[in-house]
C-alpha cells in the first residue's frame, strides 16, 4: 500500500468539526502528507414556485457565507499549518465539491464527519456516504455522536 501524499479534510463547521480536523491532521503527520481544507457553501435556493420569494434578490447572503467561510478556514489553518494556498471554499453541492476538489488537487484521502442520520437524513443520503461512493480515493468517515 502506497502511503498517503495528499489529505483532504472536508470541514462542515460543525460542533465536532475540530475532533474531524484533528483526525485529518493525525493522518497527515504521520503519512508526512499535505494536508488541505476544503469547505462548501451550499447553493440556496432563492425562490420556490409555490412560496414566491423566500430572500429578496438585493440580499447578497452568498457573499456573506463565503466570508465568513473564509474566516472559520483560516483558523481552521492556523491550528492545524495548512498554508492559505490549500484553505478552499467552493460553492455548491457539498457531495459534489468535494468530490471535484479532491480529484482536481490529487487528493488521495479525504476526511469528512459523518453524523448517525436517521429518518429524512437516511432517505437523502449523507455528504460523507455519497463522498464515499462517489470519490476515486480513500475516503474516512470519521463517526460523530450526537450527544
Known amino acids: 500500500m502506497q502511503a498517503y501524499r495528499h489529505v483532504l479534510l472536508a470541514a462542515d463547521f460543525s ?7 484533528e483526525r485529518a ?10 494536508l488541505s481544507v476544503l469547505h462548501v457553501v451550499d447553493n440556496l ?9 423566500i430572500i ?16 472559520k478556514l483560516a483558523q481552521i489553518g492556523q491550528k492545524n499549518n495548512i498554508p492559505e494556498d490549500r484553505r478552499w471554499v467552493e460553492v455548491g453541492n457539498p457531495k ?3 468530490v471535484r476538489v479532491a480529484a482536481e488537487e490529487k487528493v488521495d484521502l479525504i476526511v469528512v464527519g459523518s453524523h448517525s442520520r436517521t429518518g429524512l437524513g437516511i432517505l437523502l ?3 460523507a456516504a455519497n463522498v464515499i461512493r462517489h470519490a476515486n480515493c480513500d475516503v474516512m468517515a470519521v463517526r460523530l455522536i450526537e450527544e
Open 45 to 53: 435556493p432563492i425562490t420556490d414556485s409555490i412560496y414566491g420569494p
Open 25 to 34: 491532521k493525525d493522518l497527515a503527520d504521520r503519512y508526512e502528507a499535505k
Open 96 to 98: 459534489a465539491e468535494i
Open 15 to 21: 460542533e465536532h468539526g475540530e475532533e474531524v480536523a
Open 125 to 127: 443520503g449523507s455528504t
Open 56 to 71: 429578496p434578490f438585493d440580499v447578497d447572503i452568498t457573499e456573506q457565507l463565503i466570508n465568513a467561510s473564509q474566516e
